[in-house]
Structure formats: C-alpha cells, structure tokens
C-alpha cells in the first residue's frame, strides 16, 4: 500500500521560505511522477507543482513559478517542495500527491493521482 507522509509545514513571515519534504513508501518510488498541490480555507484544492519520475521535467501552478522548486531523491524515496518569497495568498494545506500508474500523463489537474499524503499545513503571516 503507498503511503505519503509530508512535513516541513509551520509558520513564516511573507517573504520567508519553507521546505516542504514527502516521504513515499510502498512501491518503487522512481517509476512515479510526485506533485504538490494545496487547498487554502474554504477554496477548492490547487495545483502547485510537479516532477516527472526521473525528476527531468517539472512543471508549475502560473502562481508560484519563480519562487517554488520542486525536486526528488530518488534514493531517499522522498520529493521536495522549496517555498521562497513566500505570499500571504500562499498559505493553506499542502498534500503531496503520487501517480497513480507509471503511464497515467500527468499535469495541472488532479486526474493523474492515485494517492495522496494527509497534508501539512503552511502559514504565513503577514
């Protein structure tokens, strides 16, 4: 059974920076795309980011590129969200996410993901 479990989430001031870690277990972490995604208080969740298996292709939400940067190690079976120049629109539950089969196309919206992590929560203040 894949389980997620992230950490990293907490408390910043706008302009700070987080680094948001995931840790998959399960099955073969490597032949998976990972994502990020977050849903803030009384939203719709979101997407944020992505990574394809051999962590060559990224893509992200129009919202957050410049200052996110997501990236994997394969050998620690984990995936990295770096938060920088934080915003007060930026805070809310963030949820690692996992392909769901190794030839699901993934991308910008959810249909892609076959698990998800119980979520961390981000704060920022301003």
């Known amino acids: 059974q894949v389980q997620l479990v992230e950490s990293g989430g907490g408390l910043v001031q706008a302009g700070g920076s987080l680094r948001l870690s995931c840790v998959a277990s399960g099955r073969t972490f490597r032949n998976y795309a990972m994502g990020w995604f977050r849903q803030a208080p009384g939203k719709e969740r979101e997407f944020v980011a992505a990574i394809a298996r051999a962590g060559g292709v990224t893509s992200y939400a129009d919202s957050v590129k410049g200052r996110f940067t997501i990236s994997r190690e394969n050998a620690k079976n984990t995936v990295y969200l770096q938060m920088n120049s934080l915003k007060v629109e930026d805070p809310g539950d963030y949820y690692c996410?996992?392909?769901?089969?190794?030839?699901?196309?993934?991308?910008?919206?959810?249909?892609?993901?076959?698990?998800w992590g119980k979520g961390t929560q981000v704060t920022v203040s301003s």
């Open positions: 996410a996992a392909q769901k089969n190794y030839d699901s196309t993934w991308g910008s919206t959810d249909t892609w993901v076959g698990y």
